[in-house]
C-alpha cells in the first residue's frame, strides 16, 4: 500500500526537514512485519512529495501468530488483503519512521512544526467499512477537502457492486503533525481492523494522538469504539478519560478573561462600536435571518432584538455557561411569544459542520476567530463558508497594530488571554482574500474604532458577500 504527503508550501523541500528524511535518498528500514521504503517522487521549491510503500509478507504474519501461541489455522490466514491495503501496520509504520514529525520535533525547522502549510495525503487503497459516507463523516469536520475513486469488487462480474477499498486524497492546511496524528487514529477506524491485540496501553495512544481534537469530534464514540476493536470496557474508560482530560471546560476563566479585555478597551467603548458597526451593515444589506455564531452572553443579539426588521436570530456558542447566561441576560421566559419566537440558542462548535445554520441570510462573527488554535482555521472556514454558507459573512477581530495605544497593555501581551493570534491589517487581509477566493465570496474591509493613519483602527471588520 502507498501513503503520499505532499506539500506546496514555499519551500516545499522543507518537508524533508519535518519529516527528517532526505529528498536525495531512497531509504528502506526493517519492521516486524516486512520492509516500508521512503522516497521522494518529486522535490522542487513549488511543490515537494514523499511516498512511503509497505511491503509487507505474509508468511511472517502467520509465523508470528503461531509464536503467540496461536491454535486454530483456517484459509483466511493466508489468503486476505493485509499485504496490500492500508491498516494498522500503515498506522505503526508512520509512528515508526515519522515519529518526530508526528511528535511535533525539528531541530533543523522548530518553527515550521507549529506551522499551518498546504498538504496533501494519498493512500492506496484504503479499506473503508463503512463506505465513502463514513469516511466523510471522519474527514470532513477536520476540515478535509476530500477526493475519491472506488474499485470494482470483481471487475468480471460487475453485478457484484463495489469493494470496500477506496483510493483517497485528502487535502488540508495545518500542521503537519496534526494531518500524521489524524491518519494514524483514523487509518484502522476505516478498516475496522487491528493487527495486534489491543490492551490498556491502546488507550494511551488515542488519547495522545487524539489530544486536540478527538474529544470534539462528532463521531468520537464509533471512533473510540473500533479503535479498540470494539472492546466495550476499554472504550467506556477511553471515552470518560477522553472528556475529562482533553475537553477543557470553556467556562473555567472566560468570563475573567472577557472583562480583562473590557477593561483594556473601555475607554474606546469598542464593545459599543462593533455592535453598531455589525448591525449597520446587516440592516443596509437586507438580512432578515441572522447568525451570531460566538454569541457568548448574548449582547449582540439583544441589539439585534430591538430591530423589527430582524425576523429569525440565532445565537451559537460552545459554551453552556455563555448561553444560560444569555438566557438569563435576555429574559427569554418573560419575553412576549411573538420576541421570543424570534430568537433560538444553540450549543455548537464553529469548527465542525452543523446543518442547523445552513439557510441563513448573514453571520455575524465578532471577535471569535482570534480564539480559534491557527491549525483549526481551516476547519472554522469550512463550517462557515462552505456548510453553512450565508449571502452575508461579518468577521471582526483586533488590529495588532494598534496595540501599543492601549495605556495598560504591556508591550508584546495580547488583548485577551484566551487569543491564539492576533492579526495585523496585511495579515487579516490576507486570510480574508483567500478565503473569499476558495470559496466564492468577495471582501471589503471596515474600520471600526478610531482610526490613526499609520496604525490604522483598534478593530478591523471583513464584509464577506456572494
Keep these: 500500500m502507498l501513503l503520499e504527503i505532499a506539500t506546496t508550501h514555499n519551500p516545499a523541500t522543507d518537508l524533508g526537514y519535518l519529516l527528517h528524511k ?21 522535490a522542487t521549491v513549488e511543490r515537494c512529495a514523499v511516498a512511503m510503500i509497505l511491503d509487507i509478507n505474509p508468511v511472517s504474519l502467520v509465523q508470528k501468530s503461531r509464536n503467540h501461541g496461536g491454535q486454530d489455522r483456517s484459509l483466511g490466514e493466508y489468503i486476505n488483503d493485509r499485504p496490500y491495503v492500508a491498516s494498522s501496520f500503515l498506522s505503526v509504520a508512520i509512528a515508526a519512521l515519522y515519529g518526530s514529525a508526528l511528535a511535533g520535533r525539528s531541530e533543523e525547522r522548530p518553527e515550521l512544526v507549529e506551522t499551518s502549510i498546504p498538504l496533501s495525503a494519498r493512500i492506496v487503497p484504503l479499506p473503508c467499512r463503512g463506505g465513502e459516507h463514513f469516511l466523510r463523516r471522519l474527514f470532513d469536520p477536520l476540515g478535509y477537502s476530500i477526493k475519491t475513486s472506488s474499485y470494482a469488487l470483481d471487475e468480471m462480474f460487475p453485478d457484484w457492486g463495489p469493494s470496500p477499498y477506496l483510493s483517497v486524497e485528502l487535502s488540508i492546511r495545518s500542521r503537519l503533525r496534526d494531518l500524521l496524528a489524524h491518519l494514524y487514529v483514523l487509518i ?33 464514540e464509533t471512533i473510540t469504539e473500533r479503535y479498540l476493536k470494539h472492546q466495550r470496557r476499554l472504550t467506556s474508560e477511553a471515552l470518560t478519560r477522553l472528556l475529562e482530560e482533553d475537553q477543557p471546560d470553556p467556562d473555567a476563566t472566560e468570563s475573567l478573561h472577557a472583562r480583562e479585555e473590557e477593561t483594556v478597551e473601555s475607554h474606546l467603548g469598542l464593545g459599543e462600536l462593533r455592535m453598531r458597526a455589525v448591525i449597520e451593515v446587516l440592516k443596509n444589506r437586507g438580512a432578515r435571518r441572522v447568525l451570531d455564531l460566538g454569541c457568548g452572553e448574548g449582547r449582540l443579539i439583544q441589539e439585534l432584538l430591538t430591530e423589527k426588521s430582524f425576523e429569525e436570530i440565532v445565537g451559537v456558542d460552545v459554551s453552556h455557561r455563555a448561553l444560560e ?130 496604525i490604522g483602527s483598534p478593530t478591523q471588520m471583513g464584509v464577506f458577500s456572494r
Excluded: C
Excluded at 532526505?22 to 517522487?41: C, E, I, K, M, W
Excluded at 477506524?189 to 486536540?212: A, M, R, S
Excluded at 441570510?361 to 456548510?387: K, M, Q, S, Y
Design 22 to 42: 532526505h529528498p536525495n535518498r531512497f531509504q528502506t528500514f526493517d519492521l516486524s512485519f516486512g520492509q516500508a521504503h521512503v522516497f521522494y517522487p518529486e
Design 188 to 220: 484502522p477506524v476505516l478498516d475496522d481492523q487491528k493487527h495486534y491485540w489491543v490492551t490498556q496501553d491502546e488507550i494511551e495512544k488515542l488519547l495522545h494522538h487524539g489530544k486536540g481534537w478527538l474529544a470534539d469530534h462528532p463521531e468520537r
Design 325 to 454: 447566561v444569555a438566557r438569563a441576560h435576555l429574559q427569554l421566559d418573560r419575553l412576549p411569544p411573538r420576541v421570543r419566537n424570534r430568537i433560538r440558542l444553540l450549543h455548537g462548535s464553529l469548527v465542525y459542520r452543523d446543518a442547523r445554520l445552513a439557510g441563513f441570510d448573514a453571520a455575524a462573527i465578532v471577535e471569535v476567530i482570534e480564539h480559534l488554535d491557527p491549525f483549526r482555521l481551516a476547519a472554522f472556514e469550512r463550517t462557515v463558508f462552505e456548510f453553512a454558507r450565508p449571502g452575508l459573512v461579518l468577521v471582526t477581530t483586533p488590529n495588532a497594530e494598534y496595540n501599543g495605544q492601549f495605556e495598560h497593555l504591556p508591550d508584546g501581551q495580547w488583548r485577551h488571554r484566551d487569543h491564539r493570534f492576533e492579526w495585523t491589517r496585511q495579515q487579516f487581509m490576507t486570510w480574508a482574500e483567500s478565503v473569499a477566493r476558495r470559496f466564492g465570496y468577495s471582501v471589503r474591509y471596515q474600520p471600526i474604532g478610531p482610526e490613526d493613519r499609520q
